[in-house]
């Protein structure tokens, strides 16, 4: 579609939510001349991307990890830009550190470091893990490139023999577990084959094998930094969609969303009623769905939303350090105590975790930028339960435990030489994003949560409402953010074309 292919006055399409996935869908319509506004409740882009600076310190509050970067550059080259015009992307070596109960592992950025490793701590496994990578490669390709950019509004869109033909290619009913253990003995290899597994939010059990290509996008493709940080990620669509011509509205929250003969109008917010044509809610799902829209007008009942899986929340410290950590890496994973143990905490009792695994970030061993010198910025993450009370006494106690764990395995006395700090947990979640019962990452990537049993993309009951961001398809992350955006504005375009809602 061209802008010259609009006719008379340019259709009126609203965002809700300035994230990744919204940011995505007002680039994809505004470059084709359409009028966009976006609503962000927040005072800056970028949702869960969001930075802050603090004395000196700039912290990335959110997503820290540049996986499958082909993605985002796509995207830009598709709107005739250049991603390296807005910032440098440094490909880090090693790409990160294991931290276990008796070892350490540095995981090489050239995959044939990897095997070296493998077959030094198991004698033959190196030989399962090239095959392994070679049908994560499948998967990848397949997965990306096709499977996750269809709508999923139908499960006809999967019936085409092209990709019915990869779709046995892709164990989606085997568990990502199973495929794992059933060739590797060694719990510390079968622990970094598992690790990617975390960022779709379900235990390794529960997860389809399909998503072993993120052990592509670990080994293959590699984990990357722009420099100055993640929010550049962000501002660089910031940057692209007011070149485009799209109106961001901040600290302007959407208190209602009013609707008139199965249509969306118009959306209420501090400043009044503003009308639309066709509206995509790139907020959370869950608060559009039962609290914004007019009662009768729910897509999913209470009880169904009560039912979904929720990828964890977690437990954030952003900490000002005075001194260098050498012996710690950009990113660090702390996988010192059982992950089975944590997995039970979080997905079946629902309690605080007593011996949690957790994250460290220290983005300034890399970036002399975001930290005054002599100084490091500190990120810590541990994954929670969602909906479960919000403590400040137990956020303590787990601070206090896993600087005592980061001091035991590093001799760093972190606890010493803080000079800032600042939480986020479950009520920061709700408070800030509206998340459904504070989660961080959305719907845990399970076999009864992929595609078409996602909330749908669109509404079933008002036809010019569409929906993006990670409590869609095809889920958590930020490329399939981005994707969920692109799908959502490509569902809007289609029925500008056709001239109707």
Known sequence: MHKNQLQGNPPRVT?????????????????????????????????????????????????????????????????????????KLIRLDPSYRIFFANDIIDSPADVKGVYE??????????????????????????????????????????AEWRLMKNLFKLDLFKSIERLIDHNIRDERLRAWLKFPVLFLGAKPSQTPALYSLMNYADFELGTWYPE?????????????????????????????????????????????????????????????????????????????????KLAPSALIFYLGIKGRLKDLLHHNLFFDEEFEQHAVDIYDKKVWPAKPLFYVSVTSRSDDSVAPEGHENVFILIPLATGIADDDTQREELLNMVLKRIENKTGCRLAEDIVFRRDYCLRDFVNDYHSFQGNAYGLSNTLDQTAILKPSVKHNKIRNLYFAGQLTHPGPGLPPSLISGETAANLVLKKILRGSH
């Open 117 to 158: 490793i493998f077959e030094k701590i198991e004698p033959g496994s190196s030989q399962f893990l090239r095959a392994f990578l070679a049908q994560s490669k499948i998967k990848y390709e397949a997965g990306m490139n096709d499977f996750v950019r269809r709508p999923a509004l139908s499960i006809f869109e999967f």
């Open 15 to 87: 965002v809700i939510g300035a994230g990744i996935a919204g940011m995505t869908a007002a680039i994809e319509l505004a470059s084709k001349g359409i009028s966009v506004d976006v609503y962000e409740k927040n005072d800056s882009p970028g949702g869960r991307g969001r930075l802050f600076r603090q004395d000196g310190f700039n912290f990335d509050m959110g997503p820290s990890w540049y996986w499958m970067p082909e993605v985002f550059e796509n995207f830009f080259n598709k709107h005739g830009e250049k991603l390296d015009h807005y910032f």
């Open 228 to 308: 100055g940080g993640m929010w550049k990620l962000f501002d660089a669509f910031y940057q692209l969609a007011l070149k485009r011509g799209v109106r961001f509205h901040f600290n302007e929250e959407v208190l209602s969303i009013n609707v008139n003969d199965s249509l969306a109008t118009s959306l209420k917010t501090k400043n009044g009623n503003n009308e639309f044509d066709y509206l995509i809610g790139a907020a959370d799902y869950h608060h559009i769905d039962t609290v914004l829209l007019p009662e009768g007008f729910q897509q999913y009942s209470d009880i169904y939303w009560s039912k979904r």
